[in-house]
Structures are given as C-alpha cells and as structure tokens.
C-alpha cells in the first residue's frame, strides 16, 4: 500500500495503514486505487460555498417531494396489516378450539 499526502509518498503495510490514516495521509492500493481516505481534511470556503449552494437549491427543488407523504401511507398501512394478522391469529385460535371440540364430539358419537 502506499500512503500520500501532499507530495510525499510512503509504502506502508496493513499494520500501519490506521495511523497514516489518521495523520492525514491517502491509501492507494498496488494498482492506484484510493482505498482509504485521510482524515482531518479541509476545503476552501469557495468549494464549500458552491457545495452549500447547490446543496440548498436541491433541497428547494425536492421541498415537495412526496416521500415524507409516501413514507407516512406505508406506516399507516403497515399498522394496519399489523391489527389484521392479530385479528388473523385470533381466529386462527377460534377454528382450533373448534376443531379441538368436533373431534371431541365425534369421540363421544363413536363411543
């Protein structure tokens, strides 16, 4: 592995992988990959300006997303499958106990 920060460049193995990390420094893999990011990272104010920008505009544009609506129809639907498979498992009940009682009475008629 190797470790980049700034232009400096360091081939550390897994062991030390966690402390370039936290110092700040890149992992790329043997073939160039960024497998880990360093922390404690800055940007400029003007990317951060732009990002924040564009961030508030789309969540102007989704301010009428029905998502929330969506999300609120599931839950009421899912309470209510949830008092039907009560509802379900008490008849469920009802049909052994029946059932339960005709096996006794076919007991008592055989007898």
Same mark, same amino acid.
């Given at each position: 592995?190797?470790?980049?920060?700034?232009?400096?460049? &360091?081939?550390?193995?897994?062991?030390? =992988?966690?402390?370039?990390?936290?110092?700040?420094?890149?992992?790329?893999?043997?073939?160039?990959?960024?497998?880990?990011?360093?922390?404690?990272?800055?940007?400029?104010?003007?990317? &951060?300006?732009?990002?924040?920008? =564009? &961030?508030?505009?789309?969540?102007?544009?989704?301010?009428?997303?029905?998502?929330?609506?969506?999300?609120?129809?599931?839950?009421?639907?899912?309470?209510?499958?949830?008092?039907?498979?009560?509802?379900?498992?008490? =008849?469920?009940?009802?049909?052994? =106990?029946?059932?339960?009682?005709?096996?006794?009475?076919?007991?008592?008629?055989?007898?």
């Amino acid at each position: 592995m190797i470790a980049v920060k700034g232009n400096v460049e &360091y081939t550390i193995n897994d062991s030390e =992988k966690k402390s370039y990390i936290e110092s700040g420094y890149d992992i790329y893999d043997e073939k160039g990959k960024k497998i880990a990011d360093g922390e404690h990272k800055t940007i400029s104010y003007d990317k &951060y300006k732009a990002l924040k920008l =564009k &961030y508030d505009k789309l969540v102007e544009e989704n301010k009428d997303n029905k998502a929330d609506e969506l999300n609120k129809q599931i839950d009421e639907k899912n309470t209510t499958i949830d008092e039907l498979n009560k509802q379900i498992e008490t =008849k469920n009940k009802e049909i052994e =106990k029946a059932n339960k009682q005709i096996e006794d009475l076919k007991k008592k008629v055989e007898k």
